[in-house]
T-cell receptor, first 117, second 110 residues
Framework: GAVVSQHPSRVICKSGTSVKIECRSL??????MFWYRQFPKQSLMLMAT?????????EQGVEKDKFLINHASLTLSTLTVTSAHPEDSSFYIC?????????????FGPGTRLTVT | DAKTTQPTSMDCAEGRAANLPCNHS???????VYWYRQIHSQGPQYIIH???NNETNEMASLIITEDRKSSTLILPHATLRDTAVYYC???????????FGKGTKLSVIP
């Protein structure tokens, strides 16, 4: 149980275009979903936290107009990178927290490798 | 959340126990110690967590010192598939955010 999927696993896009990444909790309802970014040879950095039905909370230094997050249901969150540039190339990972008051566990997706050319 | 310190890298022979240390000298009483690992180009995988007692599951054992200022993750019989970056994270009881440090890159050698 507690499986999180991401789609696509890899995406290449041209500079200036937008790309959407989906994060789904497959066998549980997720109250909260998190989006992380990981540059090569670096650790995961939290970008934003989203709760179903409300606006995402972005970490300092993350542009909310560039990284649009939508958490429209308890099983789906999307991250849209708008007007992508080569410096946005990174590994994007989502995680989800189960809709339980007694659980603080996060389950991670497999990640999406974004390359902007 | 308390800061954790881990060695940058470690090697372990296949079949031997891998002991990964973590220092969390400023941990507070309600902070749990969590361990995750990340195999190359994959999302992090939960391993184990504990508060003050030692814990064991099918993947690993977690030994926490009595003063809780450090802990050791033990993989009893390391395999090549255990090669990964291992993250030790201190997380408050009421917090659901995880702050990843640099972790320890464990290389299991045949």
């Amino acid at each position: 149980g507690a499986v999180v999927s991401q789609h696509p696993s890899r995406v290449i896009c041209k500079s200036g275009t937008s790309v959407k990444i989906e994060c789904r909790s497959l066998d549980f309802q997720a109250t909260t979903m998190f989006w992380y970014r990981q540059f090569p040879k670096q650790s995961l950095m939290l970008m934003a936290t989203s709760n179903e039905g409300s606006k995402a909370t972005y970490e300092q230094g993350v542009e909310k107009d560039k990284f649009l997050i939508n958490h429209a249901s308890l099983t789906l969150s999307t991250l849209t990178v708008t007007s992508a540039h080569p410096e946005d190339s990174s590994f994007y990972i989502c995680s989800a927290r189960e809709f339980r008051t007694d659980s603080y566990e996060q389950y991670f997706g497999p990640g999406t490798r974004l390359t902007v050319t | 959340d308390a800061k954790t310190t881990q060695p940058t890298s470690m090697d372990c022979a296949e079949g031997r126990a891998a002991n990964l240390p973590c220092n969390h000298s400023t941990i507070s009483g309600n902070e749990y110690v969590y361990w995750y690992r990340q195999i190359h180009s994959q999302g992090p995988q939960y391993i184990i967590h504990g508060l003050k007692n030692n814990e064991t599951n099918e993947m690993a054992s977690l030994i926490i010192t009595e003063d809780r200022k450090s802990s050791t993750l033990i993989l009893p019989h390391a395999t090549l598939r255990d090669t990964a970056v291992y993250y030790c994270i201190a997380r408050g009881a009421g917090s659901y955010q995880l702050t990843f440090g640099k972790g320890t890159k464990l290389s299991v050698i045949p």
